[in-house]
C-alpha cells in the first residue's frame, strides 16, 4: 500500500510541482488548499507525513497549523506525522526559521520553489522504505 503524504498549499501550482515528483516516486499524495481543509484532511486520513505551506489565509497560517498538529493539545496520532514545512517567506522577510519543539514543532523546513530532488530527499528521510 503507497504511503500518502497531505500536500497543504494555497497555490494550486505549486500543489502540482509536489504531487508529481511525489506520485513517481510511488507515494499517494491528497491535497488541501487552505489550513482548515489541510485540518479536516490530517484529522480524518492520519497520513504518513504532511507538507506544509506557511503563507495561506494569512502569513502565519502554516505556523498556526503546525501549532495545531504538533502542540501539547494535539492528539497523539496527528503528534506522530512528520512536517516538511515550504515556504518562500524567507523571500519576504528578514526573519529566519527553523524546525523548533516549541515554536516551529515540524521535522524540515525547505525554501520554495522546492526542488524536486531536494523534497524527495527530505520525505525518503522521514519516511524510511518499509
Known amino acids: ?3 500518502k503524504i497531505l500536500v497543504i498549499d494555497d497555490d494550486p ?23 482548515d ?14 507538507i506544509l505551506d506557511v503563507m495561506m489565509g494569512t502569513h502565519t497560517a ?3 497549523l503546525a501549532q495545531e498538529l504538533h502542540g501539547p ?3 497523539e496520532a496527528l503528534r506522530r506525522i512528520p512536517i516538511v514545512m515550504v515556504t518562500a517567506v524567507h523571500q ?5 526559521f527553523r524546525p523548533d519543539s516549541d515554536y516551529l514543532p515540524v521535522e524540515a523546513f525547505l525554501e520554495k520553489p522546492v526542488d524536486p530532488r531536494r523534497l524527495l530527499e ?7 522504505s518499509e
Open 92 to 96: 519576504t522577510t528578514p526573519l529566519r
Open 122 to 128: 527530505e520525505v525518503h528521510k522521514l519516511l524510511p
Open 37 to 50: 481543509e489541510g485540518l479536516e484532511k490530517a484529522k480524518a486520513l492520519l497520513p504518513d507525513l504532511i
Open 1 to 3: 500500500m503507497a504511503r
Open 73 to 75: 493539545d494535539a492528539p
Open 13 to 35: 501550482d505549486v500543489l502540482l510541482a509536489m504531487r508529481l515528483p511525489l506520485e513517481r516516486a510511488g507515494f499517494e499524495v491528497v491535497d488541501a488548499l487552505n489550513e
Open 62 to 64: 502554516g505556523f498556526q
